[in-house]
């Protein structure tokens, strides 16, 4: 049993001694205190966290309490001097550490979420994936882990990595993963998700993953991901790409097939036909409340038009909110509405289609041309 306990101590990386008053009456534990000691001596990456329970971290390294001292007087009698000597010097490297001293006002809870949270830590440090030596790496490194801001924000973000085969996308990725994932409460990198979705239920994957990481902060890195379908469907344009990724999110395959098909169904130059797929899926208020914002809106403040939408009965807080979740609008740092032209280009058409040659019928009027026109035919234009 003794082989057994030592052998167990050495292929163990990491060790929470729980020292307690009563623990120096222990040859037991001492004696694997030692072997805890001079593994860890060795530098071979072995940790030591110890917890002090009810004696403090000074009366562990200096052992002049009553009760050590008759503890080893004890043992003096039974074992040679130079044992005695090594657990001595275990208990004071031990209690030279730092750790953690439960007290009556440091609850056990309290200690044994640090601890658990420190475990992880190294944990997560002792096992890093493994990346192909890149020349010029760093530089990528950097850009990504400023794009990810995962220090100083608590919001959702989602950065992707575009590029051909074979060109450093995934050895990017674990690097990023190997710097950043200590961060986080808990981390996963995910590989060949390409051919998980193609064979498991994706949904029930999704239910499962969104349950386990709902309350925590987490970095989730999916590798080979296929995009290019939808990278290609939107002609590469950066605000089509954007659009359409917002309002994929969370929709299951049938869903993404669905889009897929009708954005490829669209000529490549017909920019505003592939925005109003977004524009489509909006509910009546919400696609009134981005006909507004397209024609009077954009740079103005949001407090009056809300007064108006909710008196007409748009329910403006979640629609704008939904508008805001479908990247279709942003709100600037003064309150104000904002809006990519290509957007505001395609609220003023869908208004503009319905009567293109008589204004005077159309919903809204924003031009001062066709304003004055109006009032001076009296409304028969």
């Given at each position: 049993?003794?082989?057994?306990?030592?052998?167990?101590?050495?292929?163990?990386?990491?060790?929470?001694?729980?020292?307690?008053?009563?623990?120096?009456?222990?040859?037991?534990?001492?004696?694997?205190?030692?072997?805890?000691?001079?593994?860890?001596?060795?530098?071979?990456?072995?940790?030591?966290?110890?917890?002090?329970?009810?004696v403090a971290p000074s009366?562990?390294?200096?052992?002049?309490?009553?009760?050590?001292?008759?503890?080893?007087?004890?043992?003096?009698?039974?074992?040679?001097?130079?044992?005695?000597?090594?657990?001595?010097?275990?208990?004071?490297?031990?209690?030279?550490?730092?750790?953690?001293?439960?007290?009556?006002?440091?609850?056990?809870?309290?200690?044994?979420?640090?601890?658990?949270?420190?475990?992880?830590?190294?944990?997560?440090?002792?096992?890093?994936?493994?990346?192909?030596?890149?020349?010029?790496?760093?530089?990528?490194?950097?850009?990504?882990?400023?794009?990810?801001?995962?220090?100083?924000?608590?919001?959702?973000?989602?950065?992707?990595?575009?590029?051909?085969?074979?060109?450093?996308?995934?050895?990017?990725?674990?690097?990023?993963?190997?710097?950043?994932?200590?961060?986080?409460?808990?981390?996963?990198?995910?590989?060949?998700?390409?051919?998980?979705?193609?064979?498991?239920?994706?949904?029930?994957?999704?239910?499962?993953?969104?349950?386990?990481?709902?309350?925590?902060?987490?970095?989730?890195?999916?590798?080979?991901?296929?995009?290019?379908?939808?990278?290609?469907?939107?002609?590469?344009?950066?605000?089509?790409?954007?659009?359409?990724?917002?309002?994929?999110?969370?929709?299951?395959?049938?869903?993404?097939?669905?889009?897929?098909?009708?954005?490829?169904?669209?000529?490549?130059?017909?920019?505003?036909?592939?925005?109003?797929?977004?524009?489509?899926?909006?509910?009546?208020?919400?696609?009134?409340?981005?006909?507004?914002?397209?024609?009077?809106?954009?740079?103005?403040?949001?407090?009056?038009?809300?007064?108006?939408?909710?008196?007409?009965?748009?329910?403006?807080?979640?629609?704008?909110?939904?508008?805001?979740?479908?990247?279709?609008?942003?709100?600037?740092?003064?309150?104000?509405?904002?809006?990519?032209?290509?957007?505001?280009?395609?609220?003023?058409?869908?208004?503009?289609?319905?009567?293109?040659?008589?204004?005077?019928?159309?919903?809204?009027?924003?031009?001062?041309?066709?304003?004055?026109e109006i009032l001076r035919?009296?409304?028969?234009?």
């Amino acid at each position: 049993m003794e082989h057994f306990l030592l052998r167990a101590i050495v292929e163990t990386k990491i060790y929470v001694p729980i020292i307690s008053p009563k623990y120096v009456d222990s040859r037991w534990c001492l004696q694997e205190l030692a072997k805890m000691v001079e593994c860890w001596k060795l530098g071979k990456g072995h940790v030591i966290l110890p917890i002090f329970y009810f004696v403090a971290p000074s009366e562990v390294k200096k052992q002049e309490s009553v009760g050590f001292k008759s503890a080893f007087k004890l043992y003096g009698e039974k074992f040679d001097a130079a044992t005695i000597g090594q657990w001595k010097e275990a208990l004071k490297q031990v209690g030279e550490m730092k750790g953690w001293h439960v007290t009556e006002h440091v609850g056990q809870g309290t200690v044994i979420n640090e601890v658990f949270v420190q475990i992880e830590s190294h944990l997560r440090n002792s096992y890093k994936l493994a990346t192909d030596e890149l020349v010029g790496i760093n530089s990528h490194v950097e850009k990504m882990k400023k794009l990810l801001n995962h220090v100083d924000s608590a919001s959702q973000k989602i950065v992707g990595i575009h590029g051909m085969s074979g060109t450093g996308k995934t050895t990017i990725a674990k690097a990023v993963y190997n710097e950043v994932s200590a961060q986080f409460d808990q981390s996963c990198f995910m590989e060949d998700v390409r051919r998980i979705l193609s064979t498991e239920n994706v949904g029930e994957g999704i239910n499962i993953i969104r349950d386990r990481v709902c309350r925590h902060k987490v970095l989730i890195v999916l590798d080979d991901v296929e995009s290019e379908k939808f990278v290609e469907a939107a002609s590469r344009l950066p605000i089509a790409l954007k659009v359409i990724g917002s309002l994929l999110f969370r929709r299951d395959m049938k869903f993404w097939d669905a889009k897929l098909a009708e954005l490829r169904s669209i000529h490549p130059t017909k920019v505003q036909e592939r925005l109003r797929i977004s524009y489509n899926e909006l509910t009546y208020y919400e696609k009134q409340i981005f006909l507004d914002i397209a024609c009077f809106f954009v740079g103005e403040g949001k407090e009056i038009p809300f007064y108006m939408w909710d008196g007409c009965g748009y329910h403006p807080e979640g629609g704008i909110d939904s508008l805001l979740m479908k990247s279709l609008i942003k709100i600037n740092e003064k309150n104000q509405f904002w809006m990519h032209d290509h957007f505001r280009r395609l609220g003023e058409h869908i208004v503009h289609e319905d009567y293109p040659q008589q204004s005077f019928k159309r919903s809204r009027i924003w031009s001062n041309e066709d304003a004055l026109e109006i009032l001076r035919s009296g409304g028969q234009v």
